[in-house]
């Protein structure tokens, strides 16, 4: 950083050691970015809520040559998972500007294809056959377009992977609707 940290606390008590974790977590910074020119850390407590107790809110302001980063993140009960949230946060927001910087456009693979190989309707789960031959669950709630009701055996379906409780399931899934056949597939057809 090319200006010294600046940390704001207010109507909240830091300890030593939170003032230090946060200069931590702001020299993390760096490493993502030679750019920063000032860094400003606020910690603050909203008013408290009966029910809630003490919670904290953490801003960060990175200015950057061209842009400046905001990080607002939302009330917490424990300070470091607050810190560690919003210092996270500004990591992806630097790394997605050093990206543009350097003319890096990030590039989304596309879901995997699958298809449907059991379903239980009365239950509101299926399992889907991944293209490397993994069955996936996956649940009514994730397929798109309330579309449960459409899907089949055999139903083929493009979905995101993530891991559950009980290992893989697709967080959503969606019905590949086949499009124009091509001229080649067309042709084999008539033969």
Not at 114 to 131: A, C, D, N, Q, T
Not at 133 to 155: K, M, P, Q, W
């Amino acid at each position: 950083m090319k200006l010294p940290l600046q940390i704001r606390v207010q109507k909240v008590s830091a300890s030593d050691v939170v003032m230090d974790d946060i200069r931590k977590k702001a020299a993390g910074l760096d490493e993502f970015s030679r750019h920063i020119m000032a860094c400003r850390v606020t910690v603050d407590s909203p008013p408290r809520h009966k029910h809630l107790g003490m919670r904290y809110n953490v801003h960060i302001d990175l200015t950057l040559p061209g842009e400046e980063i905001v990080i607002k993140r939302q009330a917490h009960e424990d300070i470091y998972v607050a810190l560690r949230d919003a210092f996270d946060a500004a990591r992806r927001k630097l790394e997605e500007y050093e990206r543009k910087r350097r003319g890096v456009i990030k590039v989304h693979e596309a879901a995997p294809h699958g298809r449907v190989i059991r379903l239980f309707p009365e239950k509101g789960y299926g399992f889907l056959e991944s293209p490397d031959g993994l069955e996936i669950y996956f649940h009514r709630n994730s397929v798109l377009h309330a579309a449960f009701d459409r899907l089949a055996v055999g139903t083929p379906v493009r979905f995101i992977e993530e891991i559950g409780e009980k290992g893989p399931q697709a967080s959503t899934v969606e019905i590949v609707h086949p499009h124009r056949r091509s001229r080649t597939q067309s042709a084999s057809t008539r033969d």
